[in-house]
Protein backbone atom coordinates (compact mmCIF):
# COMPACT_ATOMS: atom_id res chain seq x y z
CA UNK A 1 0.00 0.00 0.00
CA UNK A 2 1.30 3.46 -0.76
CA UNK A 3 2.63 6.08 2.13
CA UNK A 4 -0.10 7.97 2.49
CA UNK A 5 1.53 9.82 5.56
CA UNK A 6 4.93 10.92 3.90
CA UNK A 7 2.78 12.07 0.52
CA UNK A 8 2.28 15.33 -0.97
CA UNK A 9 -0.87 16.73 -0.19
CA UNK A 10 -1.87 17.18 -4.08
CA UNK A 11 -1.42 13.86 -4.73
CA UNK A 12 -3.35 12.03 -2.16
CA UNK A 13 -6.69 14.32 -3.10
CA UNK A 14 -5.85 13.13 -6.74
CA UNK A 15 -6.52 9.85 -5.35
CA UNK A 16 -9.36 10.37 -3.40
CA UNK A 17 -10.52 12.25 -6.37
CA UNK A 18 -10.11 9.04 -8.33
CA UNK A 19 -12.56 7.22 -5.79
CA UNK A 20 -9.71 5.39 -3.74
CA UNK A 21 -9.15 5.30 -0.47
CA UNK A 22 -12.50 6.33 0.41
CA UNK A 23 -13.79 6.01 3.87
CA UNK A 24 -10.25 5.95 5.51
CA UNK A 25 -9.23 8.19 8.01
CA UNK A 26 -7.02 11.28 7.87
CA UNK A 27 -5.12 11.07 10.82
CA UNK A 28 -1.36 10.38 9.71
CA UNK A 29 -2.01 11.66 6.34
CA UNK A 30 0.41 14.08 4.98
CA UNK A 31 2.27 15.12 7.68
CA UNK A 32 3.14 18.31 8.57
CA UNK A 33 0.68 19.61 6.18
CA UNK A 34 -2.96 21.30 7.72
CA UNK A 35 -6.17 19.17 7.50
CA UNK A 36 -9.22 21.11 8.13
CA UNK A 37 -12.95 19.96 9.06
CA UNK A 38 -15.84 20.93 5.89
CA UNK A 39 -18.75 22.68 6.71
CA UNK A 40 -20.75 23.55 3.38
CA UNK A 41 -23.58 25.46 3.63
CA UNK A 42 -26.84 27.04 0.89
CA UNK A 43 -25.84 30.77 0.66
CA UNK A 44 -28.85 31.70 2.87
CA UNK A 45 -27.30 30.31 5.88
CA UNK A 46 -23.80 31.50 5.00
CA UNK A 47 -23.65 34.97 6.83
CA UNK A 48 -25.40 33.04 10.13
CA UNK A 49 -22.80 30.85 9.80
CA UNK A 50 -19.80 32.07 9.56
CA UNK A 51 -20.86 34.83 12.54
CA UNK A 52 -21.28 31.69 14.53
CA UNK A 53 -18.10 30.48 13.97
CA UNK A 54 -15.96 33.61 14.47
CA UNK A 55 -17.60 33.87 17.80
CA UNK A 56 -16.53 30.44 19.17
CA UNK A 57 -13.54 30.72 16.59
CA UNK A 58 -11.69 28.34 19.26
CA UNK A 59 -14.06 25.26 17.99
CA UNK A 60 -13.82 26.74 14.28
CA UNK A 61 -10.72 28.38 13.41
CA UNK A 62 -12.10 30.02 9.59
CA UNK A 63 -9.10 29.35 7.61
CA UNK A 64 -10.94 29.81 4.61
CA UNK A 65 -14.52 30.89 3.51
CA UNK A 66 -15.09 30.16 -0.29
CA UNK A 67 -17.42 32.04 -2.53
CA UNK A 68 -20.67 30.41 -3.21
CA UNK A 69 -20.08 27.83 -5.93
CA UNK A 70 -16.40 27.68 -5.54
CA UNK A 71 -14.90 24.13 -5.85
CA UNK A 72 -11.27 24.75 -5.49
CA UNK A 73 -9.86 26.15 -1.32
CA UNK A 74 -8.49 29.20 -1.99
CA UNK A 75 -4.64 29.30 -0.48
CA UNK A 76 -5.04 26.27 1.38
CA UNK A 77 -5.30 23.77 -2.20
CA UNK A 78 -5.58 25.72 -5.44
CA UNK A 79 -6.36 22.62 -7.62
CA UNK A 80 -8.51 20.83 -5.55
CA UNK A 81 -12.61 20.10 -5.63
CA UNK A 82 -14.12 19.96 -2.35
CA UNK A 83 -16.99 17.29 -3.76
CA UNK A 84 -14.59 14.68 -4.18
CA UNK A 85 -11.32 15.44 -2.18
CA UNK A 86 -11.83 14.13 1.19
CA UNK A 87 -12.24 10.30 2.08
CA UNK A 88 -15.83 10.38 2.79
CA UNK A 89 -18.69 13.70 3.48
CA UNK A 90 -21.61 13.67 5.35
CA UNK A 91 -25.30 15.35 4.64
CA UNK A 92 -26.74 16.62 7.28
CA UNK A 93 -30.19 16.91 6.34
CA UNK A 94 -32.93 17.73 8.93
CA UNK A 95 -31.31 16.09 11.80
CA UNK A 96 -30.39 13.22 10.15
CA UNK A 97 -26.82 12.05 8.98
CA UNK A 98 -25.59 10.29 5.79
CA UNK A 99 -22.36 9.28 5.40
CA UNK A 100 -21.21 9.30 1.10
CA UNK A 101 -18.69 9.13 -0.66
CA UNK A 102 -18.52 12.12 -2.48
CA UNK A 103 -20.84 15.20 -3.40
CA UNK A 104 -20.94 15.35 -7.13
CA UNK A 105 -25.00 14.67 -7.34
CA UNK A 106 -25.35 18.16 -6.03
CA UNK A 107 -25.99 21.47 -7.60
CA UNK A 108 -22.79 23.55 -6.15
CA UNK A 109 -24.18 26.62 -7.73
CA UNK A 110 -25.21 28.30 -4.30
CA UNK A 111 -22.84 26.28 -1.64
CA UNK A 112 -20.32 28.06 0.54
CA UNK A 113 -17.76 26.10 2.12
CA UNK A 114 -15.98 26.59 5.70
CA UNK A 115 -12.72 25.14 5.94
CA UNK A 116 -11.90 25.02 9.35
CA UNK A 117 -8.69 24.07 11.37
CA UNK A 118 -8.08 20.32 12.75
CA UNK A 119 -6.42 18.71 15.12
CA UNK A 120 -5.81 16.15 12.79
CA UNK A 121 -3.35 18.83 12.06
CA UNK A 122 -0.75 18.56 15.32
CA UNK A 123 -1.40 14.75 15.71
CA UNK A 124 2.17 13.93 14.44
CA UNK A 125 3.75 16.34 16.69
CA UNK A 126 2.01 14.65 19.44
CA UNK A 127 3.11 11.23 18.56
CA UNK A 128 6.73 12.23 18.02
CA UNK A 129 6.69 14.01 21.38
CA UNK A 130 5.70 10.61 22.72
CA UNK A 131 2.59 12.14 24.46
CA UNK A 132 0.10 9.68 22.88
CA UNK A 133 -0.31 6.44 24.39
CA UNK A 134 -1.19 3.77 22.01
CA UNK A 135 -4.71 3.64 23.50
CA UNK A 136 -5.44 7.53 21.31
CA UNK A 137 -5.39 6.31 18.38
CA UNK A 138 -8.88 7.18 18.23
CA UNK A 139 -11.15 10.45 18.37
CA UNK A 140 -13.56 10.74 21.50
CA UNK A 141 -16.01 13.50 21.36
CA UNK A 142 -18.60 14.56 23.42
CA UNK A 143 -21.09 17.29 24.04
CA UNK A 144 -20.53 19.71 26.99
CA UNK A 145 -22.37 22.00 29.16
CA UNK A 146 -20.73 25.11 27.63
CA UNK A 147 -22.45 27.70 25.66
CA UNK A 148 -21.73 28.44 22.31
CA UNK A 149 -22.40 32.07 20.91
CA UNK A 150 -25.52 31.90 19.26
CA UNK A 151 -25.66 33.65 15.46
CA UNK A 152 -29.12 32.79 13.18
CA UNK A 153 -31.05 29.58 13.68
CA UNK A 154 -26.95 28.37 14.98
CA UNK A 155 -27.47 27.64 18.60
CA UNK A 156 -26.08 24.61 20.37
CA UNK A 157 -23.00 23.61 23.10
CA UNK A 158 -19.65 23.28 22.71
CA UNK A 159 -18.12 20.29 21.53
CA UNK A 160 -14.93 19.40 22.05
CA UNK A 161 -12.55 16.29 21.54
CA UNK A 162 -10.43 14.23 23.88
CA UNK A 163 -7.27 12.42 24.40
CA UNK A 164 -6.05 10.12 27.14
CA UNK A 165 -2.67 11.85 28.32
CA UNK A 166 -0.52 10.75 31.33
CA UNK A 167 -0.85 13.12 34.05
CA UNK A 168 3.21 13.74 33.85
CA UNK A 169 2.87 14.48 29.99
CA UNK A 170 -0.18 17.38 31.27
CA UNK A 171 2.29 20.52 31.11
CA UNK A 172 4.01 19.23 27.91
CA UNK A 173 0.65 18.96 26.03
CA UNK A 174 -0.37 21.90 27.19
CA UNK A 175 2.77 24.11 26.02
CA UNK A 176 3.05 22.10 22.56
CA UNK A 177 -0.45 22.51 21.25
CA UNK A 178 -0.95 26.26 22.60
CA UNK A 179 1.86 26.87 19.98
CA UNK A 180 -1.24 25.82 17.17
CA UNK A 181 -3.56 28.14 17.86
CA UNK A 182 -5.33 27.95 14.38
CA UNK A 183 -5.80 24.73 14.91
CA UNK A 184 -7.70 24.90 18.42
CA UNK A 185 -4.53 24.94 20.43
CA UNK A 186 -4.33 24.34 24.17
CA UNK A 187 -6.53 21.86 26.07
CA UNK A 188 -10.02 24.06 27.31
CA UNK A 189 -10.21 21.92 30.21
CA UNK A 190 -8.70 18.36 32.06
CA UNK A 191 -9.40 17.44 35.92
CA UNK A 192 -12.45 17.10 36.00
CA UNK A 193 -14.99 16.11 32.99
CA UNK A 194 -18.47 16.42 35.06
CA UNK A 195 -17.75 20.05 35.33
CA UNK A 196 -17.79 20.81 31.51
CA UNK A 197 -21.18 18.36 31.57
CA UNK A 198 -19.61 15.23 30.59
CA UNK A 199 -20.78 12.69 33.48
CA UNK A 200 -19.81 9.51 32.09
CA UNK A 201 -16.31 9.32 29.72
CA UNK A 202 -17.31 5.93 27.98
CA UNK A 203 -20.32 7.70 26.77
CA UNK A 204 -19.06 9.50 23.77
CA UNK A 205 -19.59 10.19 19.90
CA UNK A 206 -16.93 8.58 18.12
CA UNK A 207 -14.32 5.75 19.48
CA UNK A 208 -14.07 5.42 23.28
CA UNK A 209 -10.85 5.56 24.52
CA UNK A 210 -8.92 3.06 26.60
CA UNK A 211 -7.14 4.73 29.61
CA UNK A 212 -4.12 3.44 31.13
CA UNK A 213 -2.58 3.90 34.64
CA UNK A 214 -2.14 8.30 35.29
CA UNK A 215 -3.69 8.79 32.56
CA UNK A 216 -6.03 12.09 32.30
CA UNK A 217 -8.85 13.05 30.24
CA UNK A 218 -7.62 16.36 28.22
CA UNK A 219 -10.75 18.09 26.41
CA UNK A 220 -10.13 20.24 23.03
CA UNK A 221 -12.40 22.48 21.65
CA UNK A 222 -13.58 20.55 18.58
CA UNK A 223 -14.35 21.50 15.09
CA UNK A 224 -17.42 18.78 15.54
CA UNK A 225 -19.04 22.02 17.01
CA UNK A 226 -20.29 22.14 13.39
CA UNK A 227 -22.35 19.69 12.72
CA UNK A 228 -24.09 19.87 16.06
CA UNK A 229 -24.63 23.86 14.91
CA UNK A 230 -26.50 22.00 11.56
CA UNK A 231 -28.31 19.29 13.39
CA UNK A 232 -29.88 21.63 16.23
CA UNK A 233 -30.81 24.05 13.48
CA UNK A 234 -32.44 21.49 11.49
CA UNK A 235 -30.87 22.86 8.24
CA UNK A 236 -32.60 21.38 5.19
CA UNK A 237 -29.82 20.01 3.59
CA UNK A 238 -26.05 20.96 4.44
CA UNK A 239 -22.34 18.91 4.08
CA UNK A 240 -19.71 18.07 6.21
CA UNK A 241 -16.79 15.92 5.89
CA UNK A 242 -16.91 11.98 7.71
CA UNK A 243 -16.08 11.10 10.44
CA UNK A 244 -12.40 11.15 10.71
CA UNK A 245 -11.79 11.68 7.07
CA UNK A 246 -10.97 15.62 6.60
CA UNK A 247 -9.59 17.58 3.80
CA UNK A 248 -5.28 17.46 3.36
CA UNK A 249 -4.80 20.80 2.67
CA UNK A 250 -1.14 21.97 0.70
CA UNK A 251 -0.16 24.16 3.82
CA UNK A 252 2.30 23.94 6.36
CA UNK A 253 1.38 23.14 9.86
CA UNK A 254 4.02 25.22 11.67
CA UNK A 255 4.32 26.09 14.88
CA UNK A 256 4.50 29.24 16.27
CA UNK A 257 7.76 28.90 18.16
CA UNK A 258 10.87 27.50 17.81
CA UNK A 259 11.27 25.48 20.74
CA UNK B 1 -14.66 60.75 36.32
CA UNK B 2 -17.21 58.36 34.54
CA UNK B 3 -16.72 54.38 35.10
CA UNK B 4 -15.59 53.32 31.97
CA UNK B 5 -15.07 49.60 33.13
CA UNK B 6 -18.44 49.08 34.20
CA UNK B 7 -19.82 51.06 31.26
CA UNK B 8 -21.31 49.48 28.25
CA UNK B 9 -19.43 49.58 25.44
CA UNK B 10 -21.93 51.38 22.67
CA UNK B 11 -22.32 54.39 25.37
CA UNK B 12 -18.30 54.07 25.40
CA UNK B 13 -18.55 54.26 21.70
CA UNK B 14 -20.95 57.04 21.79
CA UNK B 15 -18.35 58.95 23.91
CA UNK B 16 -15.53 58.44 21.86
CA UNK B 17 -17.17 59.41 18.57
CA UNK B 18 -18.14 62.77 20.59
CA UNK B 19 -14.33 63.05 20.80
CA UNK B 20 -14.13 62.34 24.46
CA UNK B 21 -11.61 60.21 25.99
CA UNK B 22 -9.24 60.27 22.99
CA UNK B 23 -5.95 58.71 23.22
CA UNK B 24 -6.92 56.91 26.23
CA UNK B 25 -5.91 53.12 26.26
CA UNK B 26 -9.03 50.52 26.45
CA UNK B 27 -7.32 48.53 29.00
CA UNK B 28 -10.17 47.35 31.67
CA UNK B 29 -12.82 49.28 29.59
CA UNK B 30 -16.12 47.77 29.38
CA UNK B 31 -15.53 44.84 31.65
CA UNK B 32 -16.59 41.29 30.23
CA UNK B 33 -16.66 42.72 26.49
CA UNK B 34 -14.34 41.68 23.81
CA UNK B 35 -11.86 43.95 22.14
CA UNK B 36 -10.22 43.71 19.19
CA UNK B 37 -7.58 45.15 17.13
CA UNK B 38 -8.16 47.27 13.92
CA UNK B 39 -6.38 46.65 10.58
CA UNK B 40 -7.92 48.90 7.90
CA UNK B 41 -6.86 47.85 3.62
CA UNK B 42 -7.91 49.47 0.34
CA UNK B 43 -9.83 46.51 -1.33
CA UNK B 44 -7.00 45.83 -3.71
CA UNK B 45 -4.98 44.56 -0.33
CA UNK B 46 -7.98 42.60 1.81
CA UNK B 47 -7.69 39.40 -0.29
CA UNK B 48 -4.16 39.28 0.57
CA UNK B 49 -4.20 40.61 4.13
CA UNK B 50 -7.19 38.04 4.89
CA UNK B 51 -5.28 35.00 3.62
CA UNK B 52 -2.43 36.31 5.97
CA UNK B 53 -4.41 36.39 8.71
CA UNK B 54 -6.21 33.27 8.43
CA UNK B 55 -2.85 32.14 7.98
CA UNK B 56 -1.77 33.09 11.31
CA UNK B 57 -5.33 32.84 12.99
CA UNK B 58 -2.88 32.64 16.40
CA UNK B 59 -2.13 36.22 16.15
CA UNK B 60 -4.83 37.68 14.06
CA UNK B 61 -8.10 35.63 14.84
CA UNK B 62 -10.25 37.57 12.81
CA UNK B 63 -13.94 38.34 14.28
CA UNK B 64 -15.15 40.38 11.77
CA UNK B 65 -14.57 41.29 8.35
CA UNK B 66 -16.19 44.04 6.56
CA UNK B 67 -17.84 44.65 3.37
CA UNK B 68 -15.53 46.99 1.48
CA UNK B 69 -17.35 50.97 2.84
CA UNK B 70 -18.60 48.99 5.55
CA UNK B 71 -18.65 51.47 8.49
CA UNK B 72 -20.09 48.89 11.48
CA UNK B 73 -18.85 46.19 12.93
CA UNK B 74 -21.52 43.80 11.54
CA UNK B 75 -22.65 41.39 15.02
CA UNK B 76 -19.68 43.13 16.96
CA UNK B 77 -21.11 46.23 17.06
CA UNK B 78 -24.33 47.20 15.15
CA UNK B 79 -24.32 50.94 15.32
CA UNK B 80 -20.80 52.03 15.20
CA UNK B 81 -18.46 53.59 13.12
CA UNK B 82 -14.72 52.48 12.75
CA UNK B 83 -13.75 56.06 12.22
CA UNK B 84 -14.37 57.52 15.16
CA UNK B 85 -15.46 54.46 17.71
CA UNK B 86 -11.52 54.12 18.60
CA UNK B 87 -9.66 55.97 20.83
CA UNK B 88 -7.11 56.58 18.63
CA UNK B 89 -5.83 55.65 15.40
CA UNK B 90 -2.52 54.72 13.36
CA UNK B 91 -1.99 55.80 10.28
CA UNK B 92 0.37 53.48 8.43
CA UNK B 93 1.81 55.42 5.20
CA UNK B 94 5.06 53.79 2.76
CA UNK B 95 6.85 52.63 6.19
CA UNK B 96 5.70 55.75 8.60
CA UNK B 97 3.43 55.64 11.52
CA UNK B 98 1.32 58.76 12.15
CA UNK B 99 -1.21 58.79 15.67
CA UNK B 100 -4.72 60.57 15.01
CA UNK B 101 -8.09 60.76 16.72
CA UNK B 102 -10.33 59.50 14.01
CA UNK B 103 -10.32 58.75 10.36
CA UNK B 104 -13.24 60.84 9.18
CA UNK B 105 -10.78 62.41 6.61
CA UNK B 106 -10.69 59.72 4.15
CA UNK B 107 -12.38 58.78 1.58
CA UNK B 108 -13.74 55.12 2.90
CA UNK B 109 -15.71 53.73 0.13
CA UNK B 110 -12.68 51.10 -0.79
CA UNK B 111 -12.05 50.23 2.57
CA UNK B 112 -11.87 47.10 4.42
CA UNK B 113 -12.13 46.70 7.73
CA UNK B 114 -10.60 43.37 9.63
CA UNK B 115 -11.77 43.43 13.54
CA UNK B 116 -8.60 41.06 15.46
CA UNK B 117 -9.20 39.10 18.67
CA UNK B 118 -7.20 41.53 21.26
CA UNK B 119 -5.34 39.97 24.34
CA UNK B 120 -7.60 43.16 26.32
CA UNK B 121 -10.40 41.20 26.33
CA UNK B 122 -9.04 39.13 29.26
CA UNK B 123 -7.01 41.54 31.02
CA UNK B 124 -9.76 41.60 33.86
CA UNK B 125 -10.04 38.06 34.37
CA UNK B 126 -6.35 37.73 35.12
CA UNK B 127 -6.91 40.54 37.46
CA UNK B 128 -9.30 38.58 38.98
CA UNK B 129 -7.61 35.54 39.26
CA UNK B 130 -4.08 37.29 41.07
CA UNK B 131 -2.02 36.44 38.01
CA UNK B 132 -1.19 40.18 37.13
CA UNK B 133 1.26 41.19 39.12
CA UNK B 134 1.20 45.55 39.58
CA UNK B 135 3.72 45.73 37.54
CA UNK B 136 1.89 44.35 35.07
CA UNK B 137 -0.11 47.45 33.41
CA UNK B 138 1.68 48.87 30.72
CA UNK B 139 1.98 46.05 27.10
CA UNK B 140 5.66 45.17 25.74
CA UNK B 141 5.61 43.88 22.94
CA UNK B 142 8.29 42.15 20.78
CA UNK B 143 9.30 40.91 17.18
CA UNK B 144 10.46 37.46 17.18
CA UNK B 145 12.63 34.91 14.33
CA UNK B 146 9.24 33.04 14.14
CA UNK B 147 8.50 33.49 10.27
CA UNK B 148 4.68 33.98 9.66
CA UNK B 149 2.69 32.22 7.31
CA UNK B 150 3.03 34.70 3.99
CA UNK B 151 0.47 36.40 1.74
CA UNK B 152 0.70 38.22 -1.05
CA UNK B 153 3.57 41.19 0.35
CA UNK B 154 2.63 40.16 3.63
CA UNK B 155 5.62 39.05 5.43
CA UNK B 156 7.12 39.46 8.49
CA UNK B 157 8.03 37.80 11.02
CA UNK B 158 5.56 37.48 14.31
CA UNK B 159 5.22 39.66 16.76
CA UNK B 160 4.43 38.91 20.48
CA UNK B 161 2.89 40.46 23.58
CA UNK B 162 5.07 39.45 27.04
CA UNK B 163 3.60 40.09 30.26
CA UNK B 164 5.44 39.33 33.86
CA UNK B 165 4.08 36.45 35.19
CA UNK B 166 5.06 34.57 38.76
CA UNK B 167 6.63 31.31 37.88
CA UNK B 168 4.49 29.82 40.52
CA UNK B 169 1.33 31.05 38.35
CA UNK B 170 2.66 29.38 35.12
CA UNK B 171 0.26 26.72 35.60
CA UNK B 172 -2.63 28.72 36.03
CA UNK B 173 -2.17 31.57 33.68
CA UNK B 174 -1.64 28.77 30.48
CA UNK B 175 -5.02 27.15 31.76
CA UNK B 176 -7.50 30.39 31.92
CA UNK B 177 -5.66 32.27 28.90
CA UNK B 178 -6.13 28.47 26.75
CA UNK B 179 -9.90 28.85 27.33
CA UNK B 180 -10.15 31.95 25.30
CA UNK B 181 -8.96 30.49 21.86
CA UNK B 182 -10.14 33.61 20.14
CA UNK B 183 -8.48 36.14 21.46
CA UNK B 184 -4.81 34.33 21.02
CA UNK B 185 -5.66 31.88 23.48
CA UNK B 186 -2.67 30.05 25.57
CA UNK B 187 0.67 31.50 25.59
CA UNK B 188 3.14 30.23 23.28
CA UNK B 189 6.27 30.72 25.28
CA UNK B 190 8.17 31.20 28.56
CA UNK B 191 11.23 30.36 29.79
CA UNK B 192 14.12 31.48 27.20
CA UNK B 193 13.31 34.39 25.20
CA UNK B 194 16.18 34.46 23.45
CA UNK B 195 15.19 30.81 21.47
CA UNK B 196 12.36 33.04 20.02
CA UNK B 197 14.50 35.46 18.79
CA UNK B 198 14.44 38.19 21.93
CA UNK B 199 17.90 38.83 23.07
CA UNK B 200 16.99 41.54 25.39
CA UNK B 201 13.67 41.91 27.32
CA UNK B 202 13.84 45.95 27.87
CA UNK B 203 14.24 46.15 23.86
CA UNK B 204 10.74 46.15 23.14
CA UNK B 205 7.94 48.06 21.47
CA UNK B 206 5.70 49.84 23.61
CA UNK B 207 5.94 50.37 27.66
CA UNK B 208 8.59 48.13 29.31
CA UNK B 209 8.07 45.81 31.97
CA UNK B 210 9.03 45.40 34.98
CA UNK B 211 9.87 42.04 36.98
CA UNK B 212 9.37 41.29 40.62
CA UNK B 213 11.40 37.78 42.44
CA UNK B 214 10.22 34.87 41.28
CA UNK B 215 8.59 36.53 37.78
CA UNK B 216 9.09 34.97 34.65
CA UNK B 217 8.19 36.31 30.94
CA UNK B 218 5.52 34.74 29.12
CA UNK B 219 4.71 35.58 25.78
CA UNK B 220 1.54 35.42 23.75
CA UNK B 221 0.88 35.68 19.67
CA UNK B 222 0.09 39.80 19.28
CA UNK B 223 -2.33 41.16 16.95
CA UNK B 224 0.34 43.72 16.48
CA UNK B 225 1.46 41.32 13.76
CA UNK B 226 -0.53 43.46 11.39
CA UNK B 227 1.27 46.56 11.99
CA UNK B 228 4.18 44.60 11.24
CA UNK B 229 3.27 43.21 8.27
CA UNK B 230 2.09 46.67 6.59
CA UNK B 231 5.32 48.42 7.68
CA UNK B 232 7.14 45.27 5.50
CA UNK B 233 4.51 45.58 2.74
CA UNK B 234 5.01 49.15 2.21
CA UNK B 235 1.36 50.00 1.88
CA UNK B 236 0.92 52.87 0.43
CA UNK B 237 -1.70 53.89 3.06
CA UNK B 238 -3.79 51.28 5.80
CA UNK B 239 -5.17 52.27 8.91
CA UNK B 240 -4.95 50.69 12.43
CA UNK B 241 -6.20 50.97 15.87
CA UNK B 242 -3.82 53.54 17.99
CA UNK B 243 -1.37 51.85 20.61
CA UNK B 244 -3.47 50.47 23.67
CA UNK B 245 -6.60 51.82 21.86
CA UNK B 246 -8.87 49.56 20.52
CA UNK B 247 -12.85 48.89 19.44
CA UNK B 248 -14.80 47.65 22.15
CA UNK B 249 -17.55 45.87 20.87
CA UNK B 250 -21.00 44.47 22.22
CA UNK B 251 -19.85 40.59 22.49
CA UNK B 252 -19.29 39.49 25.99
CA UNK B 253 -15.88 37.48 26.03
CA UNK B 254 -16.81 34.01 27.71
CA UNK B 255 -14.41 31.43 28.49
CA UNK B 256 -14.91 28.12 26.70
CA UNK B 257 -15.10 26.18 30.46
CA UNK B 258 -16.70 26.18 33.00
CA UNK B 259 -14.32 26.46 35.79
Not at 106 to 135: A, H, R
Not at 146 to 175: N, R, T, W
Not at 221 to 239: K, P, S
Request: a neutral charge.
Amino acid sequence: TMNLRSMEPSSIRTLLRNGEHKREPTTYWAEGYKQTNLAILPRKLAKDFEEFARGNLGALPLLYVSKAGELSAGYLGKNSDVRTDAPAYQIVANKTRTIVDNLLEFDWSDMVTFYIGCSFSFTQILVENKLLTPSTKGVSIFRTNIDCYESGPFKCKMVVSMKAISKHALSKIHQITSKFPDVHGAPIHYGNPARIGIPDINDCIGDTTDFVENDVAVFWCCGFTAVEALMQANVERAFTHGPNSVFVTDVKQEAVNTE
